[in-house]
């Protein structure tokens, strides 16, 4: 009701339209006719009774009506139904391959290895490394 402050000292008795949800309403409508809820004939006229029937803009709902056929819908998903018991099931097309055993591998012996031995005989003492070839 603000916008009708101004012009309350002259007499001019202004329409105010509550519309700004109309787009998203309008969008809704094409929701629904995506989805399949709606015929196309009452998502027109539901678009009718939102925007309201003016001439302001001529063929605007036939050019709606048009936009609203060209929508694609979307496919809706059907249970299908199998003809075989779960007793039966299915039957095996051959054999099964055989499984190999892995054989393990032999363990490489290094090019050079070394044994070395670390010790001591007491806290104290210095520690004793003894170095020798496998």
């Known amino acids: ?23 998203s ?7 629904k006719v995506e989805k399949g809820e709606v015929t196309i004939e009452e998502a027109v006229n539901e678009s009718k009774a939102l925007l309201g029937e003016s001439e302001d803009v001529p063929d605007f709902y036939s050019d709606l009506e048009k936009s609203l056929i060209g ?9 299908l139904e199998f003809d075989i018991s779960t007793e039966e099931g299915f039957p095996i ?18 090019v050079d290895h070394f044994r070395v031995v670390v010790w001591r005989d007491s806290r104290s003492d210095r520690v004793n490394v003894k170095i020798s070839k496998a």
């Open 93 to 110: 097309q051959g054999k099964p391959p055989l499984k190999y055993p892995k054989t393990p591998r032999q363990p490489q012996v290094p």
């Open 25 to 31: 309403r309008l969008e809704g409508i094409f929701r």
């Open 71 to 79: 929508i694609p819908s979307h496919p809706s998903e059907n249970q």
């Open 1 to 23: 009701m603000r916008a009708v402050v101004p012009f309350s000292e002259e007499r001019i008795n202004p329409r105010v339209r509550k519309r700004g949800e109309a787009l």
